[in-house]
Nanobody, 120 residues
Framework: QVQLVESGGGSVQPGGSLRLSCAAS????????MGWYRQAPGKQRELVAS???????NYADSIKGRFTISRDTAKNTVWLQMNSLKPEDTAVYYC??????????????WGQGTQVTVSS
């Protein structure tokens, strides 16, 4: 069984910072793209940032210059450093990863979600 476990959400004032972590565990041979999505109340889930195993990044326009995605490929872990947070960043953040298991099956996994609230 493979799964993603997230941590690092919470409440912060506008202008503050948070760092989200996501680790893939189980019988993993490799991880391909890893990334973060978010879903605010009443809105669709949207891509925040992604990072391929080759190091290519993709950021949503709304967070460029404020958020940074990074990963440790050997540890199947991805982080999202969020700076200069705004109230509109409030959402449930979900980790996503495309993993290949040791039996060479490919799975698109989602984490359980972690709440990020930006409010004064």
């Amino acid at each position: 069984q493979v799964q993603l476990v997230e941590s690092g959400g919470g409440s912060v004032q506008p202008g503050g910072s948070l760092r989200l972590s996501c680790a893939a565990s189980g019988s993993i041979f490799s991880t391909k793209a890893m990334g973060w999505y978010r879903q605010a109340p009443g809105k669709q889930r949207e891509l925040v940032a992604s990072l391929t195993s080759e190091g290519r990044t993709n950021y949503a326009d709304s967070i460029k210059g404020r958020f940074t995605i990074s990963r440790d490929t050997a540890k199947n872990t991805v982080w999202l450093q969020m700076n200069s947070l705004k109230p509109e960043d409030t959402a449930v953040y979900y980790c996503n990863a495309l993993v290949v298991t040791t039996s060479l099956n490919e799975f698109n996994l989602w984490g359980q979600g972690t709440q990020v609230t930006v409010s004064s």
